[in-house]
């Protein structure tokens, strides 16, 4: 599938790739690589969240930018293990910082994701409302969570 196809309502744009920022070649995530072959690659869950990095790496400098960052949402306790999220992308900016999560239209037609990412900036929103301030959900076109006042904003408004 080439970089730039947009399928909207459509988890085709989901499916992982590689991706050879020096050669521009992007390869399926269940191609057989060695260590050698991936010390090149990056891998992106999409190719809205590739399309994301690209213009945040535009906007912002590009060593401001981290990909896949690790939050902590809630420490191990005697009962459960912690809870991480991978956020797609974090921007350290001498402002400040800024969170960006690609999500796709599909997430409307899967209640038992959407279900999940709804609890998950629930959470977020309560234990670490610093970081949910400063996050912005980015997809294809604008669109409402459903059952909340969130608004993804569409990558063409990043």
């Known amino acids: 599938m080439p970089v730039g196809t947009k399928r909207k309502n459509s988890k085709i744009n989901a499916k992982p790739f590689w991706f050879n920022s020096k050669t521009g070649q992007s390869i399926p995530a269940g191609t057989a690589l060695t260590a050698t072959q991936k010390k090149d690659l990056e891998y ?27 939050i902590l949402v809630l420490p191990e306790n005697d009962y459960f293990p912690e809870l991480t999220w991978k956020v797609d992308f974090t921007v350290f900016t001498p402002q ?63």
């Open 44 to 70: 992106f869950d999409s190719v809205l969240e590739f399309q994301i990095y690209g213009k945040l790496c535009r906007k912002y400098n590009p060593s401001f930018v981290r990909r896949q960052h690790e």
């Open 96 to 158: 400040g910082l800024l969170l960006f999560e690609g999500k796709g239209r599909w997430i409307l037609h899967d209640n038992f994701a959407l279900g999940d990412f709804r609890k998950l900036l629930r959470l977020l929103q309560l234990i670490h409302p610093d970081y949910f301030n400063y996050l912005q959900i980015v997809s294809e076109e604008a669109w409402k969570l459903p059952g909340t006042s969130i608004n993804a904003i569409a990558l063409k408004d990043l």
